[in-house]
């Protein structure tokens, strides 16, 4: 917006208005066409004509020649005034003549000011100057009237008018006590706010302990699978050089002895033939004295040959078999190979089994619950816990810790002969009542063993199953995702019994229940 000192030189002198249409005479001096044209007219009786700025007189009418320039200027300024009017909408409240946009506005004048008035205003500190359109803020859309009290039933500020019209009888405050007492309110807010924050920088700090700690045990993981890794390609690098060489070696013991044992039987062959020929030639003779002078046939054969095959082991002893090679040094190694693959299985795969700990607070007053959290026992003396809207009413417990997402298994032991259900539950399974039962309602799911046989219940649904118990242990495989809750018989081979499909739409917990016997996790592992 233009300043004040611009708008007063581009007031015409006669009509004391910004300029219109202005034109100027040969003298220099500036006017509106309306208004020199009315001033020229009054002289033309006279038939003298003079500029009513400086007297200079013409003899004849003057030619009113139009100021470009200043016509510019004037519509330039006109057009800022009407857009920033337009922007505002408030007005100088002291500008009464014609409407001339406010550029402040004085919260203790309760006044709008355009640039004018604005330098004449106070400066004092009392007096203090916002942008226009906050004061029209603080004013009573209705009334129009500044805004000076508070209605607590409506949490609305409101003027004089308005606390003895739609707001008569209502309780009202000043605005500035109004605002003490929503202050204090925010100040609980915010220290409220404060301590949340604390607490969330607190729990973020745990995490990323918790993180930390993770990030350090999965490294020790890697660097320990990496080491076992190691020690397996050595040993199978070992085992691949002395197998063979040891194989090799047998073999080359077991030729040199077959290669003694056939130079003997071949000398033996030859003398064989020879005493063959003797005969075949004795057998051909004709003469009968040289026949029976030479020795029986049986004095042919040397009795220290006949006996030679008792050293020798005889015909029918056989040679050392090739096949019965000593095989010590690969049975020891592959076992051993087999340990450190049993123990990489067991380090990367299986968790500790203090993943899953019974919860006491939900157990039964005749459930024993150990030490460890593990292992849960039936007694007949009451346990005398405080009875709690947790506790189950039933011989039953359930497990701190609930699932969410992911595959776990564990595994439960116990004994052929007794009864007990095992399986999982929500948390918001009833703790009262035979509904509370697992498996007896539409929150559970269970594994039953009753009567030396298996079943499977849910939602009081009894399906007995085709099997046989032959064994103390029971895995329970639970694929949260999947929807999926899967029971095992821990026999050998593993035997599956049962799978329940569901949607699943609350954490799950293990949960035990227990007539005449103990139930022990022993432990669970997890893939998440």
């Known amino acids: 917006m233009a300043s004040a000192n611009l ?57 009113l020649m139009r100021d470009f320039a200043l016509c510019k200027i004037v519509k330039n300024i006109w057009q800022t005034d009407q857009h920033q009017e337009k922007m505002t909408g408030i007005c100088c409240t002291y500008c009464v003549d014609s409407p001339v946009p406010a550029v402040r506005s004085c919260l203790h004048c309760e ?24 004061l029209e803020k603080r004013k009573c859309s209705v009334h129009k009237k500044i805004l000076v009290y508070y209605c607590t039933e409506d949490a609305a500020c409101i003027c004089v008018h308005c606390s003895v019209g739609e707001h008569q009888g209502h309780r009202v405050e000043m605005l500035d006590d109004a605002s003490v007492k929503k202050k204090e309110k925010l100040k609980n807010v915010l220290q409220k706010l404060i301590t949340e924050r604390e607490e969330t920088e607190e729990r973020v700090r745990s995490l990323e302990e918790r993180r930390r700690k993770a990030q350090e045990k999965a490294a020790g993981k890697v660097e320990k699978v990496i080491s076992l890794c190691t020690n397996i390609r050595r040993w199978l690098d070992d085992l691949e050089m002395r197998v063979p060489s040891e194989i090799y070696r047998q073999e080359k013991e077991e030729s040199q002895s077959l290669s003694a044992l056939i130079h003997q039987l071949e000398i033996k062959k030859d003398e064989l033939s020879r005493k063959m020929r003797h005969i075949e030639e004795l057998c051909n003779m004709t003469d009968p004295l040289t026949v029976l002078q030479e020795p029986d046939t049986g004095d042919l054969c040397d009795p220290e040959e006949e006996g030679g095959d008792e050293d020798t082991g005889g015909h029918d002893k056989q040679p050392h078999d090739g096949d019965d090679l000593d095989v010590a040094v690969i049975s020891h190694t592959l076992h051993t190979l087999c340990e450190v693959i049993s123990g990489i299985r067991s380090g990367i795969y299986v968790e500790d089994s203090t993943d899953i700990l019974l919860d006491v607070s939900t157990a039964s007053n005749y459930i024993h619950i ?14 005398n816990r405080p009875e709690t809207e947790e506790r189950f009413q039933g011989y039953q417990v359930m497990s701190r810790r609930g699932f969410t997402s992911g595959r776990h298994d564990w595994d439960v032991e116990g004994r052929r002969s007794y009864n007990w259900i095992l399986g999982m539950c929500y948390p918001s399974i009833d703790r009262r009542g035979c509904q509370s039962y697992i498996g007896y309602n539409n ?55 049962h799978t329940f499909t569901a949607t699943f739409s609350e954490p799950l ?20």
Not at 10 to 37: A, E, K, Q, W
Not at 466 to 472: E, L
């Open 7 to 63: 708008r007063n030189e581009l007031d015409c002198s006669f009509c004391l208005s910004t300029y219109t249409d202005p034109v100027m005479l040969r003298c220099g001096h500036n006017f509106c066409r309306v208004c020199i044209d009315r001033v020229l007219d009054t002289q033309d009786g006279s038939g003298v004509y003079y500029c009513p700025d400086c007297r200079e007189e013409f003899q004849e009418r003057p030619t």
């Open 111 to 134: 006044a709008s000011l355009c640039d004018k008035h604005l330098r004449a205003h106070s400066k004092s500190a009392e007096h203090v100057l916002s942008d226009p359109s906050t």
């Open 370 to 383: 150990s030490d460890n959290l593990k292992t849960a026992t039936r007694k007949r003396e009451n346990q």
């Open 443 to 497: 929150k559970s799911w269970g594994l039953w063993r009753y009567d030396n046989q298996y079943s499977v219940i849910h939602d009081g649904e009894v399906i007995q199953l085709p099997v046989q118990i032959s064994s103390d242990r029971v895995r329970i495989c639970l694929d949260y995702e999947a929807g999926q809750l899967s029971f095992y018989e821990l026999c050998d081979p593993i035997r599956h019994l």
């Open 509 to 528: 917990h293990a949960a035990l229940c227990i007539w005449d016997c103990s139930l022990k996790i022993l432990g669970v592992s997890s893939n998440w």
